[in-house]
């Protein structure tokens, strides 16, 4: 069973950058399809981005792309969600997740694992 461990949350001004990781133990992420969500006070947990077990194939909610990259460090065991040009509305706990399966990989219900999360606070 993985455990995932997200870290690098924190306080940007708009348009800003940060750089979220997850460190997974247990388990590799290779073997599994990765996620990232967020959930924003009184929201419901909505997906951000996703890649997949080869590394090969990325997903992004329409919110993000363009401005937010996730990668990965098979090396690192890491998962990465570089996040750039913040806005306020960004303002959320990411979560990281993993998944046996590659399928409906922005339905949070999909994902097997989760981490803690992160919070990320972005300033007007």
């Known amino acids: 069973q993985v455990q995932l461990v997200e870290s690098g949350g924190g306080l940007v001004q708009a348009g800003g950058s940060l750089r979220l990781s997850c460190a997974a133990s247990?388990?590799?992420?290779?073997?599994?399809?990765m996620g990232w969500f967020r959930q924003a006070p009184g929201k419901e947990r909505e997906f951000v981005a996703h890649i997949s077990r080869s590394g090969v194939i990325t997903d992004y909610a329409d919110s993000v792309k363009g401005r937010f990259t996730v990668s990965r460090d098979i090396a690192k065991n890491t998962v990465y969600l570089q996040m750039d040009s913040l806005k306020p509305e960004d303002t959320a706990v990411y979560y990281c997740a993993a998944s046996r399966s590659g399928t409906r990989r922005r339905v949070r219900d999909q994902y097997d694992y989760w981490g803690q999360g992160t919070h990320v606070t972005v300033s007007s």
């Open positions: 247990g388990g590799t992420v290779s073997s599994y399809f």
